[in-house]
């Protein structure tokens, strides 16, 4: 015979055992023993958080035979219900029945009275899935209810119902479970079936349900069988690819120390592991979260993931202001996760950008700029370079010379990145998120490709982006497209910078050699980017017009 699971095993058979809610449970449970039901109801709320499981409380207990303790459980209609055959107790799941004749045959049997108990209970789950005409059936027949027939609807969708639907029933919202209550209630169960359980493997279970007391049943479930009944917290990280809090303390003190190497090697680790990195980076806000309001109040108490020494240590090591703006950083490179190929490369990137931070970097010690005479002339022939400003006549085109090259060289790279610093990117990433609002066929090439890059890093005179791409940062870089792109983000989001691509593993190379040259002490100067412009026509006089036209032998210019 197949194991009961646990969710259906623990399912509440009396108001008492509900967990959570506590508001439905104690108006409902009201409502029963004063005898002031009503027609129809309405749950409301996320999966898991106990609609259905309070429906078929409400439904056993209008047709319990001992009012003043219903659902009392050991009379008949109670036993009936309990085991789902009750004849007056119809549960539908309208994802299945979605059509109006279902709806009318439902409606035409309601009028019928009851065979066994008080009151002919309709549980209609899913209910926003019914279709336009079955709600208006359903609507109907809500206006003029046939007498000892209640309607209990329950749906996780409610902006989808009928709002004259809504009207005529009594809503309940049910919210998500506490985590400490879903953690106590997974170490009861746990002592009752004779599966040992860490505290914060409950915990963590707790967390991974977000809110959903079925869910974390069924996690507990699934460790159960895994472990043997010995769920345990390291148990729990191989399964569902997570990591402690002491592993993202680990990569935020990496971050700080700008150690590059050791971030690189963490999340190759990561990829191989199969550490699922958007519930890591959830982890790492919310203990920045914690760093920020430990570091205010000094206030164990109000910690949800760290220990009052954890926090201690990490808000002696990371001040508030630079917890919270690593935090937006997170928060904003999660957006990119679906829309990266490699979740794990868009997380590698976003480590390095934060670590590579030289306003901080020249803040903690003085930096000793050197003059490379064999740098510069490496740079010469990068892509999208230019030489030294020269006297330039204004009525002459100014262009900087671009040589399109597979990738940009590190010694190139690095002579960017000593402009770049955080303030510069934080603007640019304003700007760039406006793209996505500029319409028309004719910009659709420049909103295509720009949206698909990542910035990775910005100064005032110019911004590099990120693509796993090689070919579409060729593109970037070609000549004509890197003017196109140079003039359409100036004139469009009034971006004016110049435009270079290269691959996160380029950008990860050339950032790991800023930083050793940085803490030798030894960075090339800043390269000279010169924008681009446009040639400036200088307009003729009348005189030179005459002289082109008729030539300079058939005209003479006489003062007047």
Do not use: W
């Not at 107790?89 to 066994?116: F, G, K, Y």
């Not at 472990?227 to 303390?249: N, W």
């Not at 808000?315 to 999660?334: N, V, W």
């Amino acid at each position: 015979m197949a194991k009961t699971a646990l969710y259906q095993k623990y399912r509440s058979a009396t108001f008492d055992e509900v967990i959570g809610q506590e508001y439905i449970v104690r108006s409902i449970k009201n409502a029963v023993c004063e005898g002031k039901i009503g027609h129809a109801y309405l749950f409301c709320g996320p999966r898991g958080t106990g609609k259905t499981t309070m429906a078929r409380l409400l439904a056993k207990s209008v047709n319990c035979e001992n009012p003043s303790e219903a659902p009392c459980g050991h009379c008949e209609n109670c036993i009936a219900a309990a085991n789902g055959t009750h004849p007056d107790i119809i549960e539908i799941n309208a994802a299945n029945e979605t059509h109006v004749e279902d709806i009318r045959d439902l409606i035409e049997r309601s009028r019928l009275a009851p065979m066994q108990g008080l009151h002919k209970v309709y549980i209609i789950d899913e209910v926003h899935q019914l279709s336009s005409a079955a709600s208006s059936a359903l609507l109907k027949t809500l206006e003029e209810p046939p007498e000892n027939v209640i309607f209990i609807l329950a749906t996780t969708d409610p902006q989808k119902l009928l709002p004259t639907i809504i009207s005529r029933c009594q809503r309940y919202d049910f919210s998500k479970v506490r985590k400490d209550q879903i953690r106590d209630h997974l170490l009861n169960i746990a002592e009752k079936e004779n599966i040992k359980m860490e505290p914060k493997a409950a915990e963590m279970i707790a967390v991974l349900s977000d809110g959903g007391m079925r869910d974390a049943l069924s996690i507990m479930d699934q460790c159960a069988s895994y472990t043997s009944d010995d769920i345990t917290e390291a148990a729990i990280d191989r399964i569902y690819g997570l990591t402690g809090p002491e592993e993202k303390i680990s990569m935020i003190r990496m971050v700080l120390e700008r150690n590059l190497s050791e971030i690189i090697g963490k999340v190759q680790a990561y990829e191989q592991q199969g550490i699922d990195l958007q519930k890591y980076t959830d982890g790492m806000i919310d203990i920045l979260k914690d760093t920020v309001i430990y570091a205010y109040t000094k206030d164990e108490n109000l910690l949800k993931v760290l220990n009052a020494e954890q926090a201690e240590s990490l808000s002696a090591a990371c001040d508030p202001k630079t917890c919270m703006h690593i935090s937006e950083k997170l928060l904003e490179s999660k957006e990119r996760y679906s829309l990266s190929v490699s979740a794990s490369s868009c997380f590698e990137v976003t480590m390095l950008s934060l670590a590579v931070d030289t306003d901080q970097a020249v803040e903690e010690q003085p930096v000793t700029v050197v003059n490379h005479t064999a740098a510069k002339e490496t740079k010469q022939s990068e892509p999208v370079s230019v030489p030294e400003k020269s006297e330039t006549p204004a009525a002459e085109e100014v262009k900087p010379e671009i040589k399109p090259q597979d990738k940009l060289s590190d010694d190139f790279i690095v002579s960017l990145l000593v402009q770049c610093n955080k303030a510069e990117k934080a603007q640019a990433e304003e700007k760039m998120r406006q793209i996505s609002d500029i319409k028309g066929l004719e910009y659709k090439k420049y909103t295509t490709l720009l949206e698909g890059l990542n910035i990775a890093a910005c100064g005032e005179d110019c911004i590099l982006l990120t693509s796993s791409n090689q070919s579409v940062c060729n593109r970037v870089n070609d000549p004509v497209m890197n003017e196109e792109l140079y003039y359409f983000v100036k004139e469009n989001i009034n971006l004016d910078k110049m435009i270079y691509a290269l691959t996160p593993d380029d950008f990860r190379q050339a950032a790991g050699r800023f930083m050793q040259l940085r803490k030798e002490g030894n960075l090339p100067e800043k390269f000279n980017v010169v924008r681009y412009q446009k040639e400036i026509v200088k307009e003729k006089t009348p005189e030179e017009k005459v002289i082109e036209l008729f030539g300079p032998d058939m005209v003479e210019i006489v003062g007047g």
